[in-house]
């Protein structure tokens, strides 16, 4: 589907590759009460945008006590992929997940990522959207309808009293089946 086609030029903007040009478009689209959604493509390449994300995007909402905010979406791809060199396979969400104001979002199947993308669309906060590289081959069921999962809140795949693992995106499924071997 191309995108221009379905929902015409005013709501599909292809910019020129200039990671901190259309990062610092799109925040001053969110100040002006748009919801932009940014693909940055390799995670790699926010960092090229770090100033614009965590000093004006995150800070906003502190610099005008609450009264501006900067619903933007930036969505990135995460993690190692087989062909990609040292500056194509990071996982730098950990250097976001600090930062005041801002939200740090990463799916771990195909069901998570679309009530999450919602949420964070929705959300009033600038959110980075990371999607595990290593999740992509997974084929799930996405609910045909419309729902969102809370951003913040931590997803129990499986219940249990005597251990807990933490994981996050593409590790999630590997912890599954390893919680499940455990229970047997």
């Known amino acids: 589907i191309d995108l221009i086609d379905e929902f015409g030029p005013n709501r599909i903007i292809e910019t020129p590759i200039s990671e901190c040009g259309f990062v610092g478009a799109a925040i001053g689209l969110a100040i002006q009460g748009f919801r ?9 390449v926010i960092l090229v945008a770090m ?3 965590v000093n004006t995007a995150a800070k906003m909402n502190y610099f005008y ?3 501006a905010t900067v619903p933007a979406v930036f969505r990135v791809w995460s993690g190692f992929r087989p062909s990609g060199g040292p500056q194509q396979s990071q996982s730098n969400e950990a250097l976001f ?11 771990s199947c195909a069901h998570d990522v679309k009530g999450l993308l919602k949420s964070s669309i929705r959300d009033e906060n600038p959110v980075i959207f990371f999607e595990p590289k290593g999740v992509y081959q997974n084929i799930g069921r996405v609910p045909d309808a419309d729902f969102l ?15 807990t693992i933490i ?18």
């Open 36 to 44: 932009p959604v940014v693909e940055l493509g390799l995670a790699d």
């Open 51 to 53: 100033d614009q994300i």
């Open 65 to 67: 006590d609450g009264k």
């Open 97 to 107: 997940a600090h930062v005041p104001g801002l939200k740090v979002v990463m799916p």
């Open 149 to 163: 999962i809370p951003l913040g809140l931590a997803d129990v795949k499986i219940g249990g009293s005597d251990i």
């Open 167 to 184: 994981a996050i995106g593409a590790m999630v499924p590997i912890t599954i089946v390893a919680a499940e071997y455990l229970q047997k």
